[in-house]
């Protein structure tokens, strides 16, 4: 059971360059999420997901896109990067939100993302 | 928008002390959580706390929750090395697809 794997676990960028960020949990997990970290801010939502073929936007959407065409994946990806981009990366999956089961997060070990 | 802040930002005790970490928030709330960050590593989760709890334990953990105050705290008991960590607390005043994380409480602990 390798709960949330997120890879890379490094990446520079150049200004306008385009990636994919990758997220795949191996728990069936419905819930899905991606998280940016950036000193003195906390963890800031992106994008969700409540299941397999919905998503909906976080508090940080601009410049980031996510598709969830399977349970187990939820990759994000960064159109255009820009330098203001630049921060830690985390993705996280529950098993339910918003119901009576447990909702806390399992977190992977995120991606570390440069924008020169 | 931040839900939950943290007080401190830093903490700095000896091994064996307790190290208490606070959490305030805004909107109404259905739970709250502690999670832990080891340095460049993924969140944790401690524990959650529902609304309509008022103390909740976990080994040498002890979270409150005073949803009059809108805040929370997080004692660690008999604190070891291996609490060196940051602790963020998170709600889902936004709505439960949305929980929103605090700054962080950093914690040292010397030994």
């Known amino acids: 059971n390798a709960g949330v794997t997120q890879t890379p676990k490094f990446q520079v960028l150049k200004t306008g360059q385009s990636m994919t960020l990758q997220c795949a949990q191996d728990?069936?997990?419905?819930?899905m999420s991606w998280y940016r970290q950036d000193p003195g801010m906390g963890l800031r939502l992106i994008h969700y997901?409540?299941?397999?073929?919905?998503?909906d936007q976080g508090e940080v959407p601009n410049g980031y896109n996510v598709s969830r065409s399977t349970t187990e994946d939820f990759p994000l990806r960064l159109l255009s990067a820009a330098p203001s981009q630049t921060s830690v990366y985390f993705c996280?999956?529950?098993?339910?939100?918003?119901?009576?089961?447990?909702?806390?997060?399992?977190f992977g070990s995120g991606t570390q993302l440069s924008v020169l | 928008s931040q839900q939950g802040e943290e007080d401190p930002q830093a903490l700095s005790i000896q091994e064996g002390e307790n190290a208490t970490m606070n959490c305030s928030y805004k909107?109404?709330?259905?739970?709250l959580q502690w999670y832990r960050q080891n340095s460049g590593r993924g969140l944790v989760h401690l524990i959650l706390?529902?609304?309509?709890?008022r103390e909740k334990h976990s080994g040498r953990l002890r979270v409150t929750l005073d949803t009059s105050k809108k805040s929370s705290s997080l004692l660690i008991t008999a604190s070891r090395a291996a609490d060196t960590a940051s602790y963020f607390c998170?709600?889902?005043?936004?709505?439960?697809?949305?929980?929103?994380f605090g700054q962080g409480t950093r914690l040292t602990i010397n030994p």
């Open positions: 996280a999956s529950s098993y339910s939100i918003g119901g009576a089961r447990d909702e806390k997060l399992f």
């Open positions: 728990m069936n997990h419905e819930y």
């Open positions: 997901s409540v299941g397999a073929g919905i998503t």
């Open positions: 909107t109404s709330i259905n739970n």
């Open positions: 706390i529902r609304s309509n709890e």
């Open positions: 998170a709600t889902d005043g936004q709505g439960a697809q949305k929980l929103v």
